[in-house]
């Protein structure tokens, strides 16, 4: 009872939160880009905003902070004031609609789109409500004539892309021949990973501290992003080699004789199946832990 007594109080204050972010976002000269997806988001922030920051100043959201108030909140404290080239948000939905609502709210000019998986599915109820309601971060590119960047490795990509961003024409990214962003791995070891990136017809040499195909895949979109823009690959090969990870992300810690991968954040079947074949190609004796996921 309480509650619903308070509820039109509490969705009131809310509103009026959204507003000012909306207006400051509005009356703000940065490009303002929104990241989502089912997983992937958090660290390819990370990647950006260290590319990025070669040359520019760069705010984005921090840690965790992805939902409508948390956004909105620190859009208010910081965006106005930061004097920053590039705003990166990062975007998370508990329930339909809200990826609309903080699209509205940020006003983003470009977009990312990392995955679109089983990842929560015990919020949507089904992959294709997932897809639906995900995709709505090409709402405001398109409005904005921005540009999208999607994920072309999935098995369900073709049809997300002709039924949900036909109207974005998405740049697709990913280590799969077929993207426009494309990512060949050709050394992966503890210490890193070598690859050959390829995009509008260029060819370039990537030495990257990053390891694993879904963190070649993802840093795809990003140095994409970064050539889009009209920044020089040459100039980011020593942030490339210094990239930034969320902790318990493919976390390599060495202890004598024995290596230890942390891959324990935000766990989901892909992700673990990527890492798996990670761990396969690497020697010695193997054991894997595996905590528990709901999707499995």
């Keep these: 009872l309480a509650i619903r007594i308070t509820e039109p109080i509490i969705t009131y204050q809310k509103e009026k939160i959204y507003r000012k972010a909306q207006s400051i976002s509005s009356n703000s000269d940065a490009v303002k880009i929104g990241i989502t997806g089912s997983y992937g988001k958090s660290s390819v922030k990370e990647y950006l905003a260290s590319l990025l920051g070669v040359d520019h100043k760069v705010l984005k959201t921090p840690e965790n ?8 909140d620190f859009m208010i404290k910081n965006l106005a004031e930061s004097q920053a080239k590039y705003f990166i948000c990062e975007m998370w939905a508990y329930r339909i609609w809200e990826i609309q609502k903080l699209w509205e709210i940020v006003e983003h000019d470009h977009g990312f789109l990392t995955a679109i998986g089983t990842q929560h599915i015990w ?9 639906k309601w995900k995709t709505e971060i090409a709402l405001s590119v398109r409005n904005k004539k921005g540009r999208l960047y999607a994920n072309g490795d999935g098995n369900n990509i073709e049809r997300v892309f002709s039924t949900y961003l036909k109207d974005a024409s998405p740049i697709s990214y990913g280590t799969k021949k077929r993207n426009q962003a494309y990512s060949k791995i050709t050394k992966v070891t503890e210490e890193g990973s070598n690859f050959i990136f390829t995009y509008r017809g260029d060819e370039y040499n990537i030495s990257t501290n990053l390891i ?15 050539i889009d823009e009209w920044i020089q690959i040459q100039n980011l090969e020593s942030a490339l080699m210094n990239l930034p990870l969320p902790d318990h992300t493919l976390q390599i810690i060495k202890k004598d004789s024995l290596t230890l991968i942390d891959d324990s954040y935000n766990a989901n079947p892909d992700s673990v199946k990527k890492s798996i074949d990670l761990l396969s190609s690497f020697e010695g004796r193997k054991i894997l832990i595996l905590g528990d996921m709901l999707e499995l």
């Design 212 to 226: 694993g195909s879904h963190h070649v895949s993802n840093l795809s979109w990003v140095l994409a992003f970064c």
């Design 123 to 131: 919020l949507f109820w089904s992959k294709e409500a997932i897809e």
């Design 65 to 72: 902070i992805n939902t409508e108030i948390g956004v909105a």
